[in-house]
T-cell receptor, first 114, second 112 residues
Framework: NAGVTQTPKFRILKIGQSMTLQCTQDMNHNYMYWYRQDPGMGLKLIYYSVGAGITDKGEVPNGYNVSRSTTEDFPLRLELAAPSQTSVYFC?????????????FGPGTRLTVT | GDSVTQMEGPVTLSEEAFLTINCTYTATGYPSLFWYVQYPGEGLQLLLKATKADDKGSNKGFEATYRKETTSFHLEKGSVQVSDSAVYFCALQPRASDGLTFGKGTHLIIQP
């Protein structure tokens, strides 16, 4: 299993541009999450999904959109990039089965908006 | 709302020293508690977890006990190694479907 994969690893955007951060997991996990990590800070939840077709807002959803058309994929869309969205973005997934609450994280996408 | 507070870093120790990283939380109900570790340039990895009061999570010589009376989940290790140098995050999860709420992280530096 590859686990959770994210693309791209790095990206520089100009203010006002749009992009999609890709996230794929091959563990057949129901739950998927997007977090952002700002320097010197913990991760903050942007959006999450409990299964295909179901998404919900986290703590910091403004400026982002998500969709979940398949179990495997959970892309994050930035429509009008702003400097405040400069951050490292992590995708995570976990199984909905059993008592294990472990979230598995991808390697991250480092985004700079200038 | 829910929150996690952990000690500020960086924490610098010599190899074989005893480690404690403090973590306290505020939450309603009975959250699950976690310690994650992040090595340079990598994503987060689960280090240990506890899902109910008085549970002790342990892994790779690290351990933490879920203390509901003090709302704490302090991370300890008896003898640290240079390879333990990383950023450590304390986190809570209110319910199984929720995302994690993280502390700001503690940067640990172990000197040989």
């Amino acid at each position: 299993n590859a686990g959770v994969t994210q693309t791209p690893k790095f990206r520089i955007l100009k203010i006002g541009q749009s992009m999609t951060l890709q996230c794929t997991q091959d563990m057949n996990h129901n739950y998927m999450y997007w977090y952002r990590q700002d320097p010197g800070m913990g991760l903050k939840l942007i959006y999450y999904s409990v299964g295909a077709g179901i998404t919900d807002k986290g703590e910091v959803p403004n400026g982002y959109n998500v969709s979940r058309s398949t179990t495997e994929d959970f892309p994050l869309r930035l429509e009008l990039a702003a400097p405040s969205q400069t951050s490292v973005y992590f995708c995570a997934s976990r199984s909905g089965q059993g008592a294990s609450y472990e979230q598995y994280f991808g390697p991250g996408t480092r985004l700079t908006v200038t | 709302g829910d929150s996690v507070t952990q000690m500020e870093g960086p924490v610098t120790l010599s190899e074989e020293a005893f480690l404690t990283i403090n973590c306290t939380y505020t939450a309603t109900g009975y959250p699950s508690l976690f310690w994650y570790v992040q090595y340079p340039g990598e994503g987060l990895q689960l280090l240990l977890k506890a899902t109910k009061a008085d549970d002790k999570g342990s892994n790779k010589g690290f351990e933490a006990t879920y203390r509901k009376e003090t709302t704490s989940f302090h991370l300890e290790k008896g003898s640290v190694q240079v390879s333990d140098s990383a950023v450590y995050f304390c986190a809570l999860q209110p319910r199984a479907s929720d995302g994690l709420t993280f502390g700001k992280g503690t940067h640990l530096i172990i000197q040989p």
